[in-house]
């Protein structure tokens, strides 16, 4: 298994230009949630779903679409890169989708995104 | 709002040597708490989960503590190696929501 895969790992855009950071999961798993990582900041929930075709918004979803068409893969698209977008992104998946799972979350190794 | 309180923010300890890192957070209602190992460059990595009722979880050299009650969670590395050299995040999960939140991390040196 790969686990989580996230491409590309690295990314740098101009204010405006819109993009798509790739997820993909090889583990069948239900939930799966994209995060940015901020210095001096946990760890921002942006989006998550908790199946194909079903999506909702986390703590800081401005400025972010994201779908889910299959249970492996989790795009995260920005409309219009802003600088304050600069951050890691990781995304992120765990089998059930239950609420209060304690089963165990995998990470992918994030994308380091930089917005001029 | 959930609030999470890591300490000490970092921490330098000689190889072979023990540490403890603690967590304080203020999730309610209360479910369950990770421990993530997140090396530099790295996604984070998970340690070890505990539920309201479980007061210890051990994971090789680390093992974690939970006091429910107190809203206290700690997080010990025995016999200290090199590779532990990561940041350490604490995670408590509220129980009816998909929201996790995050603490922003212990960052350890492990130094020869």
């Known amino acids: 298994n790969a686990g989580v895969t996230q491409t590309p790992k690295f990314q740098v855009l101009k204010t405006g230009q819109s993009m798509t950071l790739q997820c993909a999961q090889d583990?069948?798993?239900?939930?799966m949630s994209w995060y940015r990582q901020d210095p001096g900041m946990g760890l921002r929930l942006i989006h998550y779903?908790?199946?194909?075709?079903?999506?909702d918004q986390g703590e800081v979803p401005n400025g972010y679409n994201v779908s889910r068409s299959t249970t492996e893969d989790f795009p995260l698209r920005l409309l219009s890169a802003a600088p304050s977008q600069t951050s890691v992104y990781f995304c992120?998946?765990?089998?059930?989708?239950?609420?209060?799972?304690?089963?165990?979350?995998?990470f992918g190794p994030g994308t380091r995104l930089t917005v001029l | 709002k959930n609030q999470v309180e890591q300490s000490p923010q970092s921490l330098i300890i000689l190889e072979g040597k023990n540490c403890t890192l603690q967590?304080?957070?203020?999730?309610?209602?209360?479910?369950?708490l990770r421990w993530y190992k997140q090396d530099t460059g790295r996604g984070p990595v998970s340690l070890t989960i505990?539920?309201?009722?479980?007061n210890t979880k051990s994971n090789g050299r680390y093992t974690a503590t939970l006091d429910a009650d107190t809203k206290q969670s700690s997080l010990h590395i025995t016999a200290s190696q090199l590779s532990d050299s990561a940041s350490y995040i604490c995670?408590?999960?509220?129980?009816?929501?998909?929201?996790?939140?995050f603490g922003k991390g212990t960052k350890l040196s492990v130094i020869p």
């Open positions: 992120a998946s765990r089998a059930p989708a239950r609420l209060a799972s304690t089963d165990t979350q995998y």
């Open positions: 583990m069948n798993h239900e939930y």
């Open positions: 779903s908790v199946g194909a075709g079903i999506t």
């Open positions: 967590c304080n957070y203020t999730v309610s209602p209360f479910s369950n």
């Open positions: 505990m539920t309201f009722s479980e």
């Open positions: 995670v408590p999960s509220g129980a009816g929501s998909y929201q996790l939140t």
